[in-house]
């Protein structure tokens, strides 16, 4: 017999994989994603200009890029350094800074009442010259209002004078200061700007600014950036970067400041300026407002061409400034973030991202800085932009009264509510923050909520008892079934998050998986434990991917007395042995027809154990569910059912009431005998025969034939009524 041999053998056909592609604003196309350095992603994301509270225009891109971020590192598996910058150095800090600084100067030194008058009229002729110079049609009724309130604070305290009375006056006083800051502190500024030239003043707003900031990032459970760096921090690095610009011919200096050669950059083959946007190119009104609301005439006037914009802005009086080898200066707005992103990230960058409105200038202009200063045509290789944000379909705008900072949006919904609205849009569109988005991310994030309790309670024995066999439970179809639309899930999640991150596909298939889950469980008289805790498993980790769960990274192993353990593996043990308990009691209190016992039952399951987090749902079969809620939503769930309660109450009384003065209406009726019902429709009728019955209507016209036929019915019908009220009073 000849020995056999190893059979030869060969894999089984591959299939092509589906592989991540994100929209690239410089093609505006989906392209695939291919990071330079292998899983090292060197990402740069513009920041904030920290002069304000941070409004949700702000959440648009930073939840979005957070969302970007994670599924880059935790579903992709990328090494994602992630740089964000806070300009802490602009025009508007500067602006906002000296106005605020001589406002609280002028409020303080509490000027006397000629003086205050003065002011205020020219307050009011500053304000009044910038309302007829405004363009903008959605401005005008801010500057009206403004007006208007400027001018009712004025008469008041010319009111006051003729009164005579001091009080009044000193309170008049102090109203128009309070109620006319914003145009009293620009026309402070237009006055005594130049004299503010404190750099500690221009530090303690953006200071303060980035601190709410951070917390508004905290509170929104956006990631924390790898790195973090600040314009103030890198005055060097900056003027480094603007030297290399000049050396290779494409700066120049003109009286002390620096200017970007766009001329000169456009000239050359390997270079093209506007790669987003090319057809901005010579838009003057854009590039104006890039250069920033303190850029003078005299200053545009030394450019070489209008295009060019600054790289070094010599400081005027009331401007902080550094030195540099071309004056006492400040960065311009463009070149802060090349410098900064090339100190952390060198030469190239994988992926710049930011709002779509600072597509062009700034991000055409980083891009062309950044290559002329190192030679190299490619800086970034990926732009992504997130898309706008409207209010209720509107833009958002002070003026338009629907500015809705991140902290009134946080007063009304969760993080995590807010997440999965911008979670149901894709990341580069318009996402319309309105009452119907949050309740379509309030009936995903009930759905997941629901069906995740539901899971809990079904696999508690597996939780409480992982070492038993007794789990182990022989598949039916329906379990096969189950597994295959997980299995089919995954697929096209995985499919969905390729397809340039698309976070409401995902949540789609989520929610019928969900759904066919939900199903299983009416359906299948025990579930399978191990089947449901899988699946269950698998959609927490897509919304732990999504960054919908809050939680801090612990460092190091956790041990098994560690307090951190998990909660609910804690306490749910208790909980199943109270709820057992109450079960084995209600059913003996039933038996023995003990009502006051099964009222306290009920009053431990309503009233004491949502204040410590607990729901207990009775079910059909005499057993209960145990589900670990937030303790503030069973409150309101609590809160929610009594209001129902009493509107229900409400209601059975107000029916009670209609039903009541009906009945007494018809009794009414019934007492009022037949020649006289219609007589009393004076408005209808002026003449009737000698039994009552309206022969002419109001206005003298005979009845017509049709119309007697239909007053002859409700004639007999009332004579019934007449004769039963008859009838039952004389009994």
Known sequence: MSKRVQLPWSPPPQEQQPVLKLYNSLTRHKEVFVPRSGKKVYWYSCGPTVYDASHMGHARSYITFDILRRVLNDYFNYDVLYVMNITDIDDKIIKRARQNYLFEKYASEKKDLQTVLSDSEQVLNNLTRKAKENIDPDKKPMFEKILNKLTE????????????????????????????????????????????????????????????????????????????????????????????????????????????????????????????????????????????????ADMRSEKRSPNDFALWKKSKPGEPSWQSPWSLGRPGWHIECSAMASAICGPYLDIHTGGVDLKFPHHDNEIAQSEAHFGNPEWVNYFLHSGHLTISGCKMSKSLKNFVSIQDALSKYSARQLRFAFLLHSWRDTLDYSQNTMECALQYEKLFNEFFLNVKDATRFLIQNSTSFDTFTKWSEDELALNKKLLESKEKVHLALCDNIDTR??????????????????????????????????????????????????????????????????????????????????????????????????????????????????????????????????????????????????????????????????????????????????????????????????VGKEISKGQIKKLQKLYQAQEKKYAEYLSSSQS
């Not at 956006?222 to 050396?247: D, M, Y």
């Not at 001329?263 to 003057?284: I, S």
């Not at 919304?543 to 560690?562: A, C, E, Q």
Request: hydrophobic share 35%.
């Open 505 to 698: 596909t995902t949540l789609d298939v989520l929610r019928d998986l969900v759904s066919s889950a939900n199903v299983y469980f009416k359906q299948r008289k025990p579930p399978n434990q191990i089947l449901l805790y899988d699946l269950s498993v698998y959609v927490t980790k897509i919304l732990n991917v999504f960054g919908t769960n809050t939680g801090i990274f612990k460092i190091g192993f956790i041990s098994s007395s560690d307090t951190s353990v998990c909660t609910e593996e804690t306490i749910l043990p208790y909980i199943s042995i109270l709820a057992e308990f109450r079960n084995n009691v209600r059913s003996q209190a039933r038996t023995i027809n003990a009502i006051e016992i099964l009222k306290e039952c009920d009053h431990i399951r309503d009233e004491i154990l949502p204040n410590v987090g607990v729901r207990l749902e009775d079910k059909d079969d005499g057993s209960s569910a145990v589900k670990l809620v937030c303790k503030e939503q069973l409150l309101k769930e609590k809160e929610a059912k009594k209001q129902a309660e009493r509107e229900k109450l409400l209601e059975k009384e107000r029916k009670k009431a209609e039903l009541a003065e009906a009945q007494a209406a018809k009794e009414a009726l019934m007492k009022i005998p037949p020649n006289e019902l219609f007589k009393r429709e004076i408005n209808k009728y002026s003449q009737f025969d000698d039994k009552g019955f309206p022969t002419h209507d109001a």
């Open 153 to 296: 604070s004025i008469e008041n305290i010319e009111n006051a004078v003729k009164s005579g009375n001091e009080g009044q006056i000193a309170e008049a006083q102090n109203n128009f200061i309070s109620e006319s800051k914003d145009p009293l502190s620009d026309w402070l500024d237009s006055k005594y700007g130049a004299t503010v030239t404190d750099n500690a003043i221009f530090a303690a707003l953006p200071r303060h600014w980035e601190e709410e900031f951070h917390k508004d990032m905290e509170a929104l459970n956006v990631l924390r950036p790898n790195v973090l760096t600040r314009v103030s921090e890198h005055i060097p690095e900056i003027i480094s970067f603007i030297e290399g610009i000049i050396k290779n011919g494409f700066g120049y200096e003109a009286n002390g400041s620096v200017y970007f050669d766009v001329g000169a950059f456009d000239k050359k083959d390997k270079y093209h300026y506007a790669k987003l946007v090319p057809e901005a190119y010579g838009d003057f009104n854009s590039l104006q407002e890039g250069e920033g609301d303190l850029m003078t």
